[in-house]
């Protein structure tokens, strides 16, 4: 019994770290349509971003 409910406690666990690795990429995926979205074509975006990306030491 003990060793059953501790399977238990692990799936969830996994199931757990699942869930925030789906709401993660999600989110991430959320801002880049936001980013795309936001410069008129997603070039400017890209642009913006090597600019950004030079001027940090």
């Given at each position: ?34 980013a795309q979205t ?20």
């Amino acid at each position: 019994m003990q060793n059953q409910l501790h399977t238990q406690m692990m799936l969830e666990q996994e199931h757990a770290i699942e869930q925030q690795r789906i709401l993660e990429a999600q989110r991430q995926f959320e801002q880049n349509r936001i980013a795309q979205t936001a410069g008129s074509t997603p070039q400017t975006a890209s642009t913006h971003g090597q600019t950004m990306a030079f001027s940090n030491p």
